[in-house]
């Protein structure tokens, strides 16, 4: 009989065990990546196209252009396109990010036909009427006042562009006056550019058949690929200023909002795994140090998160937290206090222990269910990176040591190389 009073024996798996990817090609060329895995009749399709923030100087066109590609299209008004999802019970995911640009469907297997026909309307006959970008435009606006009065968006973005520079794809942060130099002809003129065949990559997931590729091969295999790119002229170039220390003030406010943090590596590089172990260790789950000294011992937030962001051409080290004004330098000793401490002495084997049954439970969810599946294989597909990623972040999780750690945060985590960033009052 079972005993309950008996805590189970935490086990972890030896390996890990993923339905991988696999790559069919459209008539025309076109990649399309399949993961057949789930057991309800939906299927999710992810279209790919090179055409996030970075391609343009102004920031907002590139999520304006996106966000606007159901507001009509040549044989369709915005009402209808919105008419006909609903019909069949789908409906579409948009969103930019800095390298790309998605038009997301999910829809019931059985009508895949219908819907993916409304996404290709969309994707080679997409206008944008003027009527709709005001409306739009309008609306973005509000939300951008707003957002004028949050400390933890001016710490943000101040931050962005101190560690990258304002004229740095990466630094860019939409401005007020952004929103007075588009048109409907910058927008068609950004889409036609960018939402390209040539770049356009197409992950399917879910409960798949082969009728779903042909599905998808009639509405875009049949489409003449140019052969070109527009997506490669980008200046990268960082130019940091020597200034380290940084206050925004933004008055009566309650709480301050800061970001401690620099450029560091991302997933190409040999160390990425282990800072990225190091990085959770320190502030990336609810019982590291970070949360366990300043927001449980000290009580100066109610949340502070540690991390190392991985981005096509950087990586990002960040501690970012919200803290009360009074009390929000403090808050920084600790952090500092923290960074030394992994610098200089051994993490115990305990928690070392408990820091990695965490990250094998986290990474177990990363490949539930065939959504999530896709979206692991779309963060290798952005760096071209095979599964082998993922067996190697497991085998380190399993085999980092004390003195990796250490080594790690001594490497990439001093504070004489931080930038900090504080918005508030004073």
Do not use: W
């Given at each position: 009989m079972l005993n309950r009073k008996i805590q189970p024996e935490f086990k972890t798996s030896d390996k890990l065990v993923i339905t991988k990817a696999k790559e069919n090609k459209l008539s025309n060329g076109i990649p399309v990546y399949t993961i057949n895995a789930g057991d309800q009749d939906v299927v999710r399709v992810d279209f790919i196209f090179n055409s996030g923030s970075v391609f343009s100087e102004n920031p907002l066109i590139a999520e304006a252009a996106n966000s606007l590609t159901e507001a009509g299209s040549k044989h369709m008004t915005s009402a209808q396109i919105a008419e006909e999802l609903d019909f069949y019970g789908a409906?579409?995911?948009?969103?930019?990010?800095?390298?790309?640009?998605?038009?997301?469907?999910?829809?019931?297997?059985?009508?895949?036909?219908?819907?993916?026909?409304?996404?290709?309307?969309l994707i080679f006959h997409a206008v944008f009427p003027q009527n709709e970008i005001e409306i739009y435009l309008q609306?973005?606006?509000?939300?951008?006042?707003?957002?004028?009065?949050?400390?933890e968006v001016l710490s943000k973005e101040l931050f962005t562009e101190v560690i990258f520079g304002k004229d740095h794809p990466y630094g860019r942060v939409i401005q007020k006056e952004d929103f007075d130099n588009i048109d409907s002809k910058i927008l068609n003129d950004f889409f036609q550019k960018y939402y390209t065949l040539d770049t356009l990559k197409i992950v399917m997931s879910g409960k798949i058949s082969e009728l779903h590729l042909k599905t998808l091969d009639d509405h875009f295999g049949n489409k003449e690929i140019s052969g070109s790119s527009?997506?490669?002229?980008?200046?990268?170039?960082?130019?940091?200023?020597?200034?380290?220390?940084y206050f925004k003030e933004l008055d009566d406010t309650v709480q301050s909002s800061l970001r401690i943090g620099r450029i560091t590596i991302n997933k190409?590089?040999?160390?990425?795994?282990?800072?990225?172990?190091?990085?959770?260790l320190l502030g990336g789950y609810f019982g590291s140090r970070l949360m366990t000294n300043i927001r449980e011992d000290k009580g100066y937030t109610y949340g502070i998160y540690a991390g190392n962001l991985s981005l096509i051409n950087a990586g990002i080290f960040t501690v970012s937290a919200e803290s009360g004004k009074d009390v929000y330098q403090k808050a920084i000793d600790e952090i500092y206090k923290e960074l030394?401490?992994?610098?200089?002495?051994?993490?115990?084997?305990?928690?070392?222990?408990?820091?990695r049954n965490w990250l094998?439970?986290?990474?177990?969810?990363?490949?539930?269910?065939?959504?999530?599946l896709a979206d692991a294989f779309k963060s290798l597909l952005m760096y071209n990176l095979t599964y082998d990623y993922f067996d190697n972040y497991f085998e380190t999780i399993k085999t980092i040591t004390p003195e990796m750690i250490r080594a790690a945060a001594e490497k990439y985590l001093h504070e004489d190389?931080?930038?900090?960033v504080v918005s508030g009052s004073k």
């Open positions: 409906f579409l995911e948009l969103y930019v990010e800095k390298h790309t640009g998605q038009i997301i469907l999910y829809t019931l297997n059985k009508y895949l036909d219908k819907t993916v026909k409304v996404v290709s309307e609306n973005k606006f509000q939300r951008f006042l707003i957002s004028r009065q949050k400390t527009a997506n490669n002229e980008i200046d990268y170039k960082i130019i940091q200023p020597e200034q380290r220390i190409h590089h040999p160390d990425f795994l282990k800072l990225n172990i190091t990085c959770i030394k401490i992994l610098r200089t002495e051994l993490v115990s084997n305990e928690e070392l222990k408990r820091v094998i439970g986290s990474l177990a969810k990363t490949f539930d269910g065939p959504f999530a190389n931080m930038f900090q």
